[in-house]
């Protein structure tokens, strides 16, 4: 039996033509059959099926970044869904990464990337891992159009309906619901009114950094309101709890500064932590920032830690 074109590893095989790896398989019986698969469409990767029957066995097919990925094997014939999603799944996540492609963490935000034209784009910024997924998703599944988004979208893999908002080629999902029936004025008040906390740092959505400054902006656009700027904070926060009072009083970047710490942390911890933040000056800002922690009784350094009083 020839294995012409099939390169054996220690555990796998390949199928090689002059300098381009077709596909990487399991089994030398799998690498053969594609193989000859191959050659009856000349080579041809655009011509490859989804589904191949073979033996009573259905291999189902993915053609990803010019090469071929088995996806599954069936006794009997998959339907067209099962096979949709299995292909679906695969494109997302070619390379079984933790987050599949296209999305990033840095410390709790999930971000998507993409390079176009040789740049680098972000098209959003989110909070958990769903929303970056279903975005990504989307995107995906339309040429990463970010146009293509209307005000509510469904999500199939979690069976919720988002409301979607595209700013500044920025895809925000405010919220989710169970069902179709959203009042968005109301979505989009209580999204304004979280910018507006970020802003003041009275709640930390590092998400949501590109918006402190266009809250006005978008309460025009959007006609709807944030909450008042003057926050109350009720009969919880006593007078004597000077210490309180200054947390809340703190300037947003001071506030993600004194939030950084944790217990206590090192420098360099507190710029890893803050790396989303990072311009031009941003070591300096960090560090005129401790100093202002430090005067203000917040915090004290012991050796290379910085503590919370």
């Known amino acids: 039996m020839s294995e012409k074109y099939i390169r054996k590893n220690k555990k796998s095989c390949s199928i090689v033509k002059g300098s381009h790896t077709f596909a990487r398989l399991n089994s030398l019986e799998d690498a053969m059959l594609i193989r000859d698969l191959l050659v009856s469409i000349g080579w041809n990767l655009d011509d490859i099926p989804q589904i191949i029957e073979k033996d009573g066995n259905y291999l189902i097919l993915s053609v990803y970044d010019e090469k071929i990925c088995l996806l599954a094997k069936y006794r009997q014939k998959p339907d067209e869904d099962t096979v949709e999603k299995l292909v679906k799944k695969h494109r997302r996540n070619p390379n079984n990464s933790r987050y599949g492609l296209n999305i990033s963490r840095i410390m709790n935000t999930y971000i998507i990337t993409k390079q176009i034209a040789g740049e680098g784009h972000i098209f959003g910024m989110y909070d958990n891992l769903k929303d970056a997924e279903f975005v990504r998703n989307f995107l995906m599944d339309h040429h990463w159009n970010v146009n293509e988004f209307g005000e509510i979208e469904y ?112 420098a360099d911890e507190i710029k890893h932590k803050l790396i989303r933040f990072k311009t031009k000056n941003f070591e300096e800002k960090i560090s005129r920032n401790l100093d202002g922690l430090i005067e203000k009784g917040l915090i004290k350094k012991v050796g290379d830690y910085y503590i919370k009083c």
Do not use: Q
Request: glycine letters at 4%; charged letters at 35%; one cysteine or more.
């Open 155 to 266: 999500d199939e893999d979690t069976d919720t309906y988002k409301a979607v908002l595209v700013i500044d080629e920025c895809v925000y999902v405010l919220d989710s619901f169970d069902s179709a029936d959203i009042d968005l004025d109301e979505v989009y008040g209580e999204f304004l009114t979280r910018i507006s906390k970020h802003k003041y740092g009275l709640a930390n959505y590092p998400h949501l950094d590109r918006l402190k400054n266009k809250i006005g902006e978008l309460e025009d656009e959007l006609n709807v309101k944030a909450a008042d700027d003057v926050w109350i904070f009720g009969e919880g926060i006593e007078e004597e709890d000077a210490l309180t009072d200054i947390i809340f009083t703190l300037a947003p970047f001071e506030k993600s500064v004194y939030d950084a710490i944790d217990s206590m942390a090192t």
